[in-house]
């Protein structure tokens, strides 16, 4: 139905709106209101610069100038034709939005990171069911590759490493898994993975041993971790693998201790401000 003849019936049936009302209800329905006159006015910015000056309904005039500021990068979506490695993809995201643009400005800081002549030391946080999720050996490859200097981490995490190091594992479960029964079997869920609560009990039963051997004092938590590690025969292990690491003697300061850079990122395209949407190089 064209615009005029949907305005008159819509008038037929409620009673039109005056003021500040008729305007916003004239731009809903793409039709000017014969009683609301639309004022036209000219912001500072705009003075003697020949530019047109918009204005919003019940707002005033929009500063023209101000807004190419703010929209002034645009959205470059990815282009798998320029995408050949992991890496590309990466630096890609970049010109992304949401989590893909956060993902692209993280990797960049990390590649800023490794390319610093100071190297400066890494902290690794580690939270949620990681080593469950099945990244036990990314993690652990972080510290071998001496990508990481310190690992803060939750006790679950390094827990279930050692769980893992001593040979027992992690099976596919059922989110919607009755756990009534779950808990007759002696099996525990995290979310979606089972662990056996036996094998966990023996874990337990484990690191009190190994405490038992340290002498009697005061120690830390990373002191006992490292402990542990030392007790551990896993090559996999991320506790194993930071106390192997951790022992030896730290360089000093400025000295050369870089890891391998992760492969470079290849930067995301460029749009020219003036460039129709799409058209990036």
């Not at 005061?218 to 930071?242: C, K, P, W």
């Amino acid at each position: 139905m064209a615009a005029p003849a949907r305005a008159a019936e819509l008038a037929a049936v409620f009673p039109p709106p005056r003021g500040e009302r008729a305007a916003a209800a004239s731009v809903i329905l793409g039709v000017p209101h014969p009683t609301t006159k639309q004022p036209r006015s000219t912001s500072p910015s705009a003075a003697g610069s020949g530019e047109r000056q918009l204005q919003a309904p019940s707002q005033g005039a929009v500063d023209a100038r101000a807004k190419r500021g703010v929209l002034r990068d645009r959205v470059r979506p990815i282009d798998f034709d320029r995408v050949s490695s992991v890496a590309d993809l990466v630096g890609a995201m970049r010109g992304a939005s949401i989590q893909a643009r956060n993902l692209g400005l993280c990797a960049e800081v990390l590649e800023n990171l490794y390319a610093d002549r100071g190297r400066p030391t890494v902290l690794l946080g580690l939270a949620g069911p990681l080593i469950a999720a099945g990244l036990r050996k990314v993690l652990r490859d972080l510290v071998a590759g001496g990508y990481v200097d310190v690992i803060v981490s939750t006790g679950a995490i390094l827990y279930q490493d050692i769980y893992q190091a001593r040979g027992f594992g992690h099976y596919v479960g059922d989110p919607q898994a009755d756990d009534s029964r779950l808990r007759e079997l002696l099996i525990d869920r995290i979310y979606d993975v089972y662990v056996d609560e036996e094998k966990f009990m023996e874990t337990d039963s484990w690191l009190g041993r190994v405490a038992d051997e340290l002498p009697p004092g005061n120690y830390s938590s990373r002191a006992y971790m490292e402990f542990v590690g030392r007790h551990l025969d896993d090559e996999q292990s991320i506790v194993a693998t930071a106390a192997r690491r951790g022992h030896r003697r730290r360089p000093t300061p400025g000295a050369t201790r870089r890891a391998t850079p992760p492969p470079r990122m290849s930067a995301p395209p460029t749009c020219a401000k003036s460039a129709p949407a799409g058209k990036c190089r």
